[in-house]
């Protein structure tokens, strides 16, 4: 029976180590990887940026006819807004769970107006318009600076 014991542990402290190793593709010491950041700026830094051109569209997400948008929040007299807090902001992004409080519904003729598609629905986030999944809450597709 000792021996079981000796030899049980024996293996156990062998084979952990090996279990809790930096795989070799990882960065040395938990740094990161610097070649793979150089040049790039965040995309809700440059509000300009129009990530429409590199979208990787799910299939199930409707597809968004940007300038009738537009031209419908002109027309409607959409409320104009301000941006919201930096620290928000970076919160809000596409695929992810719209932050809680920070959303407000459309009302009176625009909501009418706004393309409906099934289980989505449009939101203001400060001064962006947001379309998001109404069961789960997530963020499908935003328009930046829509409402300034």
């Given at each position: 029976?000792p021996?079981?014991?000796i030899?049980g542990?024996?293996i156990?402290c ?6 809790l190793a930096q795989?070799?593709h990882?960065?040395?010491?938990g740094a990161?990887d610097?070649q793979h950041?150089?040049?790039q700026?965040p ?8 990530d429409?051109t ?13 300038r009738?948008?537009q031209?419908?929040l ?5 409320p ?6 930096p620290?928000i902001?970076r919160n809000?992004a596409r695929g992810?769970p719209l932050?809680p ?5 459309f009302d009176?003729?625009?909501a ?12 203001r986030?400060?001064s ?10 997530v963020v499908?597709?935003i328009l ?5």
């Amino acid at each position: 029976m000792p021996h079981r014991v000796i030899l049980g542990s024996l293996i156990f402290c062998l084979t952990t180590p090996l279990a809790l190793a930096q795989p070799d593709h990882a960065p040395a010491h938990g740094a990161r990887d610097k070649q793979h950041h150089q040049g790039q700026t965040p995309k809700r830094e440059n509000r300009s940026y129009d990530d429409r051109t590199e979208r990787n569209y799910r299939g199930d997400w409707p597809r968004i006819e940007e300038r009738l948008l537009q031209r419908l929040l002109r027309e409607y007299g959409a409320p104009r807004a301000e941006p919201l807090p930096p620290g928000i902001e970076r919160n809000l992004a596409r695929g992810k769970p719209l932050p809680p409080g920070i959303a407000k519904r459309f009302d009176g003729p625009i909501a009418n107006e706004l393309p409906r598609y099934p289980g989505y629905e449009w939101q203001r986030v400060g001064s962006d318009v947001v379309l998001i999944d109404a069961a789960t809450r997530v963020v499908v597709d935003i328009l930046v600076d829509a409402l300034r």
